[in-house]
């Protein structure tokens, strides 16, 4: 069904390229490092293995992906705690402003 031109086997884009680049990467790290050939500059001899802005050695996506939500979830939080706190001083302000117009309108009289 390729209305208009869409959907055609020859203009569908492949996006998943760079990741079956990264697993294989990966994997060929893991496996350089569980034979013992690891050197602490291992993560230069193995391009794209770690493209991201992390970063960190070529390490099992899974774990990174463990680590993201982790992260992620630590940085919700904080992120929630942080509104509250901004919250809780907002109403704190609304009510000393309250005080101070109580005590502007006594004078007033």
């Known amino acids: 069904m ?3 031109g869409f959907g055609k086997k020859n203009k569908v884009l492949d996006l998943t390229e760079k990741y ?3 697993v294989a990467a990966a994997e060929k790290a893991k496996r350089a490092q569980a034979a013992g050939d690891s ?13 991201g ?11 990174t992906a463990e680590e993201r939500k982790k992260r992620l979830a630590k940085r ?15 109403y704190h302000l609304q ?11 006594i004078r007033r009289v």
């Open 95 to 105: 009510q000393r402003l309250e005080v101070l117009e109580r005590k502007n309108d």
């Open 39 to 51: 050197s602490p500059f291992s993560f230069f001899d193995s391009p794209g293995a770690t493209s």
């Open 53 to 63: 802005s992390e970063g960190s050695d070529a390490v099992d996506l899974s774990d």
């Open 2 to 4: 390729g209305f208009f």
């Open 20 to 22: 079956k680049m990264q």
């Open 76 to 90: 919700i939080a904080d992120m929630t705690e942080r509104v509250e706190d901004l919250s809780n001083q907002l």
